[in-house]
């Protein structure tokens, strides 16, 4: 199985910086990779797909970059909708989670 | 549009089985994989399975594998599933999502169905 593994775990920002949260595959999954928002109570809600594609409707400020094994999602300019989990997903062979990363106000 | 709306909470004993429906409206039903996804409390995200509602056929987790039975029915654009032998440590909000054609990420996802196992 691939692990994927996040970090980190909690971040701690305000309203305009700039944000970066890494994800590590176990083994390459070329840029099979999305990126999901999650806020309390809610189902998720994809962002990115293929490590970099924006999904329709997503602000962009929102980024993806990497391949292989190392990626990141970047929030450009933080806004206070932006305060939720995040969660990488590979989906090269079948599809595993990473554990999350909650984003906070600071 | 597109939504998938689940059935309500439910609340098990140990050892039962817990049966979760995910109806789909606003897309043609077969055309699209169904996957399911759990969520325990405070937990992150862990994929469960997926079944193809054309076909039936299905892909389970292999932590899952024994235990979890992906099932859909056509007539009412409706997929299931059930978890059986159920521990405490399967308490956690089930998700349905679809499948986005042929990108393989989930595109939609229901509002989520909370299952408590409790004695």
């Known amino acids: 199985d691939i692990q994927m593994t996040q970090s980190p775990s909690t971040l701690s920002a305000s309203v305009g910086d700039r944000v970066t949260i890494t994800c590590r595959a176990s083994?390459?999954?070329?840029?099979?990779l999305a990126w999901y928002q999650q806020k309390p109570g809610k189902a998720p809600k994809l962002l990115i797909y293929?490590?970099?594609s924006l999904e329709s409707g997503v602000p962009s400020r929102f980024s993806g970059s990497g391949s292989g094994t190392e990626f990141t999602l970047t929030i450009s300019s933080l806004q206070p909708d932006d305060f939720a989990s995040y969660y990488c997903?590979?989906?090269?062979?079948?599809?595993?989670f990473g554990q999350g990363t909650k984003v906070e106000i600071k | 549009q597109v939504q998938l709306v689940q059935s309500g909470a439910e609340v098990k004993k140990p050892g039962a089985s817990v049966k979760v429906s995910c109806k789909a409206s606003?897309?043609?039903?077969?055309?699209?994989?169904m996957h399911w996804v759990r969520q325990a409390p405070g937990q992150g995200l862990e994929w469960m399975g997926r079944?193809?509602?054309?076909?039936?056929?299905?892909n389970y987790a292999q932590k899952f594998q024994g235990r979890v039975t992906m099932t859909r029915d056509t007539s009412i654009s409706t997929a299931y599933m059930e978890l059986s032998r159920l521990r405490s440590d399967d308490t956690a909000v089930y998700y349905c999502?679809?499948?986005?054609?042929?990108?393989?990420?989930?595109?939609?996802w229901g509002q989520g169905t909370l299952v408590t196992v409790s004695s």
């Open positions: 999502a679809r499948e986005s054609g042929a990108a393989r990420i989930f595109d939609y």
């Open positions: 606003g897309y043609t039903f077969t055309d699209y994989y």
């Open positions: 079944i193809n509602p054309n076909s039936g056929g299905t």
């Open positions: 083994q390459s999954i070329s840029s099979w």
């Open positions: 293929k490590a970099s």
């Open positions: 997903q590979q989906y090269n062979s079948y599809w595993t």
